[in-house]
C-alpha cells in the first residue's frame, strides 16, 4: 500500500516515470548539478553553492534536461528512491519528494507507475549498480543530486549511502559538499 505500491521496473513505468520527470524534476536537479559543480570547478566556497537560486542550466552545458536521455532519468529515480529507503524506511516527506518526479502537471501518477515504484522500492538499487550506469561526470553529478534531493540526511543509513554514492561514481568530498549545499537550498 501506499508507497510501495508506485515506481521502477517494467518498461511502460520507465517510459512514463521520464516523462513525468522531464517535466521539472530535471530542470532541478540538472540546474543544482551544475551550480553545485560550476562553483566547485571555480574554487568557490561551500556556501556561495548554497545561495541564490537554482536556475536552468545552460544548453551545451551537459546538465541541461534535454542532455537527459530516458535511461538516466529512469536512473535519478533509482538514485532516489535507494537513498530514500537507505536508512529502512521512507518518510512522508521522502515519499512526496519522489512521487511529485513522477507526476505530470495533473497532479497524478501515469498507469504503470505504481508498478514502477513498487519494484524499486521491494529492492532498492546499491550505489555500485547505479555507478556501473554512470558515463560522465556531469551526468555522475546529476545522479549524486537526485539522490541528495531526496533526502535530508538526518539517519546513519542515509548519510552512509551518500558518502558510497559519491565514491562509487567518482565525485570528491569537496564536490559532493557544493551539490549537498546546493541542495539544502532548493
Known amino acids: 500500500g501506499g508507497l510501495g505500491a508506485l515506481i521502477l521496473g517494467t518498461q511502460t513505468g520507465r517510459s512514463v516515470a521520464v516523462t513525468a520527470a522531464k517535466l521539472g524534476a530535471l530542470a532541478l536537479i540538472g540546474g543544482l548539478a551544475y ?3 560550476q562553483n566547485y570547478q571555480n574554487g568557490g566556497s561551500t556556501d556561495a553553492a548554497a545561495e541564490g537560486d537554482i536556475e536552468m542550466p545552460p544548453s551545451g552545458s551537459g546538465f541541461e ?3 537527459v536521455s530516458n535511461d538516466d532519468a529512469v536512473l535519478m529515480l533509482r538514485a532516489m528512491i535507494a537513498a530514500a ?3 529502512g524506511r521512507i518518510d512522508g516527506e521522502e515519499q ?3 512521487i511529485e518526479s513522477l507526476q505530470q502537471g495533473s497532479g497524478e501518477l501515469e498507469p ?3 508498478e514502477f515504484l513498487a519494484s524499486e522500492l521491494n529492492a532498492p ?3 555500485d549498480v547505479i555507478a556501473a550506469a554512470v558515463g560522465s561526470k556531469e551526468q555522475a553529478a546529476r545522479i549524486y543530486a537526485a539522490a541528495r534531493i531526496a533526502v535530508d540526511p538526518d539517519t546513519r543509513g542515509e548519510q552512509q549511502f551518500l558518502y558510497e554514492l559519491a565514491r562509487r561514481l567518482g ?3 569537496d564536490l559532493a559538499h557544493h551539490i549537498n549545499a546546493a541542495a539544502r537550498n532548493s
Open 171 to 173: 565525485i570528491d568530498q
Open 35 to 37: 551550480k553545485a559543480y
Open 96 to 98: 512526496q519528494r519522489i
Open 112 to 114: 504503470g507507475a505504481e
Open 65 to 67: 534536461p534535454a542532455a
Open 85 to 87: 529507503a537507505a536508512d
Open 125 to 127: 538499487a546499491s550505489p
